[in-house]
Nanobody
Framework: QVQLVESGGGLVQAGGSLRLSCAASGRTVGSYGMGWFRQAPGKERECVAAISASAYVTTYADSVKGRFTISRDNAKNTVYLQMNSLKPEDTAVYYC????????????????????WGQGTQVTVSS
């Protein structure tokens, strides 16, 4: 089993930045693909970014390209999401997830590919 714990969420003004962290335990996730998803009230959970096990390949939702950066430190069993130039529409609960689809970032954009999920961290961007 893999346990995932997100941190770093909070309230920020539009244009500001936040860095989310996702600490994994129970198993090393170096061979797992990792993703960050978000869910706003009344909306479907969507993938904002994913990263392959090797960290060589990443993918982003169009809405966050150029503003968000996903990275991982396999030695620390941790994945990060750096969020810059935040907008009110980025307000959501952000979830970290781990997938056995370690290398295929096309698959990693699909919610169904993920076996393990964190409990989420709230990000609120004020205008």
């Amino acid at each position: 089993q893999v346990q995932l714990v997100e941190s770093g969420g909070g309230l920020v003004q539009a244009g500001g930045s936040l860095r989310l962290s996702c600490a994994a335990s129970g198993r090393t996730v170096g061979s797992y693909g990792m993703g960050w998803f978000r869910q706003a009230p009344g909306k479907e959970r969507e993938c904002v970014a994913a990263i392959s096990a090797s960290a060589y390949v990443t993918t982003y939702a169009d809405s966050v390209k150029g503003r968000f950066t996903i990275s991982r430190d396999n030695a620390k069993n941790t994945v990060y999401l750096q969020m810059n130039s935040l907008k009110p529409e980025d307000t959501a609960v952000y979830y970290c997830a781990a997938s056995l689809s370690g290398t295929n970032v096309v698959l990693l954009r699909r919610r169904a590919e993920y076996a393990y999920w964190g409990q989420g961290t709230q990000v609120t961007v004020s205008s």
